[in-house]
């Protein structure tokens, strides 16, 4: 098994560059980090296994917002700053996450939009409408994997200039990082549903200069549905074994990327749990193989079952 420290060593390695200065100086304005979680109904993967999507296991020991909070001290330590608050904005049917000791101390709130007719961009606005002009941020979906670290995707967006910068792929389909001034989203009305995407960047763009980093290939993955969460996982751990996070077209599919089982799951004796999870109290029998698929809290599955693509959380 690969130390979480090689881990990070290994996924960054490939995405090393020289530093340039002006995106640094622009970055050492940074003021925080925004995550947006925003769901009216709850996902269809949170509400399967009863978790936030921000605590589900990513590798051994580590969950997305885990991740996430490395990612950001690893940020601040980068730019020379001190520690970056991290606000958590959940939309109204997202289930909030549990915050551990080290989350607290390392600056990172939940705060919940409680209109369901507002919107990311409408919402971002308002959590930010009281602060200089000048604030800058780095606003990311919450419910997402890092191919890449984020120091080295920042700097990259912050060298583009812009009051807004934003990761764009080569299909034409936007990422879910930005870097914006809160100046940009003063046109942003103050009522009514402004989705950040489809409406509230126009709004900015009329108004303020925004500029794309142009990236051939996902440097994230969203973790809505089961399958997003698996292929999520799939893509991390090959990146953090220096492999392309892409399946290649003559690649075998028949070795396994990744295992996780948590603490307090039990796997028995011959149970093959491939390019899956069980999570705390799943139970897998002896004999059985689980591929793609995931095992809650609650689910049980008899000895010498096979599931494909499946969210175990009842007794099979």
């Given at each position: 098994?690969?130390?979480v420290a090689?881990?990070t060593?290994a996924?960054?390695?490939p ?5 340039d200065?002006?995106a640094?100086?622009?970055?050492e304005?940074l003021k925080g980090?925004?995550l ?7 996902s269809e ?6 978790r936030?999507?921000l ?7 580590l ?8 990612e ?8 020379g700053?001190?520690?970056l608050p ?5 939309g ?17 709130t939940?705060?919940?939009d409680?209109s ?5 961009g409408g919402a971002?606005?308002?959590?930010l ?5 000048s604030a ?7 419910a ?7 120091h080295?995707?920042?700097m990259q967006?912050a ?7 934003l990761v ?14 809160q100046r940009?989203?003063k046109n942003i ?9 489809e ?5 900015m763009?009329?108004?303020?200069h925004?500029t794309v ?9 969203p973790?809505?549905?089961?399958q997003?969460y698996i ?5 991390y751990h ?9 399946h290649e ?5 028949w ?5 996780i ?6 796997v ?6 491939h390019?899956?999870?069980v999570?705390?109290g799943?139970r ?13 809290g609650s689910g ?5 079952r096979?599931?494909?693509?499946a969210?175990?959380n009842?007794?099979l």
């Amino acid at each position: 098994m690969i130390s979480v420290a090689k881990q990070t060593q290994a996924r960054s390695a490939p995405q090393s560059s020289a530093v340039d200065a002006r995106a640094l100086q622009r970055l050492e304005n940074l003021k925080g980090v925004i995550l947006l979680e925003g769901s009216v109904h709850g996902s269809e993967l949170a509400n399967a296994v009863g978790r936030s999507i921000l605590e589900l296991p990513v590798i051994d020991g580590l969950s997305v917002l885990d991740l996430w909070r490395r990612e950001i001290a690893d940020l601040a330590c980068f730019i020379g700053v001190g520690p970056l608050p991290c606000r958590l904005l959940l939309g109204h049917g997202s289930r909030p996450p549990v915050l551990s000791p080290r989350d607290v101390e390392a600056g990172i709130t939940v705060e919940r939009d409680c209109s369901e007719f507002r919107g990311t961009g409408g919402a971002l606005r308002d959590l930010l409408a009281d602060e200089d002009d000048s604030a800058q941020y780095i606003v990311a979906g919450a419910a997402q994997v890092l191919f890449e670290p984020l120091h080295l995707l920042a700097m990259q967006i912050a060298a583009k200039g812009g009051d807004v910068s934003l990761v764009t792929y080569d299909d034409g389909s936007p990422s879910n990082l930005s870097l914006i001034q809160q100046r940009a989203m003063k046109n942003i009305p103050a009522a009514g549903f402004v989705d950040l995407k489809e409406k509230g960047l126009a709004i900015m763009a009329a108004t303020h200069h925004v500029t794309v980093l142009r990236r051939p290939r996902a440097t994230s993955a969203p973790l809505r549905s089961l399958q997003e969460y698996i292929a999520a996982l799939r893509g991390y751990h090959r990146a953090i074994c220096g492999r392309n996070t892409q399946h290649e077209p003559f690649e075998e599919r028949w070795s396994s990327t990744f295992s996780i089982v948590e603490p307090g799951a039990a796997v028995e004796s011959g149970a093959r749990v491939h390019d899956s999870v069980v999570l705390s109290g799943g139970r897998v029998g002896a004999g059985s193989l689980l591929v793609h698929s995931l095992v809650a809290g609650s689910g049980s599955i008899p000895p010498g079952r096979r599931l494909t693509g499946a969210i175990v959380n009842t007794s099979l």
